[in-house]
């Protein structure tokens, strides 16, 4: 089993024809994530790695049921290629670019909430479930199919984490990037959830990073899983004021510091990792 994305998902690439569209098509492709269609619009009618082309989401409904976007464009246009999907009948995004302005992505989550839409974003390195389906731009030589699920708001310490499940022999059901943006799709009180349901997780591994209180709002969520869950956060020694990496990882005051995020993390019953190899450990006590 997995979350949000398996092989039976009918995937469509909104920017397929761009570099980095027609770049990830290929890579998604070749781990045989069921890519059925891709946007251009004004390029219907084209072929990208034998994926047709067409210009409007709903097309992509309608000749193939899809239920799955993956977008590739400049920030700019994401707003609108967003609801674009959310109005023909996508169920989940996944918005790789960064810097999303903040109003569009609140008018982004405004819509997909209205209509039962996931979204994953922005900014975000996508999710896999290992060996089903590859969305976005993970490295899929990290991942192997197992019993650990993760959800992360950083790329790279998601492929840390999977490559360490990986070579301990936990492997992985679903790894989710929910993204570095400061306003994002969703959250990780939505993925725990979903992680929750799911019977083939038995395990939970949540990554988090300095700014914004989205590791604190999962606090009374973590508090009602039955499944145990292992929390790390990075930046623990970054310095306020200064942003690392994604637009969202800056402590601003008193807010969003490592220290804040531990704290609640602990709280709520989380196991608390502050190296990699912590987490096998963890596990092992867990006789996960």
Known sequence: MAILVAKSSKVIVQGITGSAGRFHTERMLAYSTNIVAGTSPGKGGEKVFDVPVYDTVEECVKNHKADTSV????????????????YAGIKFIVVVPEHIPILDMMTIRKEAQKFGTIVLGGNTAGIITPGEANLGIMPDIAFKPGRVGTVSRSGSLTYYVADTLSRTGYGETTCVGLGG??????TFNEILELFEL????????????????????????????????????????APPGKRMGHAGAIVEGEMGTAQSKLKALGEAGAHIAKTFLDIPRILEELKI
């Open 71 to 86: 977008v590739f464009l400049p920030a700019r246009f994401v707003m609108e290629a967003a609801i674009e999907a959310i």
């Open 181 to 186: 943006d400061p306003v994002l799709g969703s």
């Open 198 to 237: 799911d019977q083939k997780t038995k395990a939970i591994v949540l990554v988090g990073e300095i700014g914004g209180v989205y590791e604190e709002m999962a606090k009374p969520t973590i508090e009602k899983l039955k499944k145990p869950v292992i929390g790390m956060i990075g930046g623990v020694f």
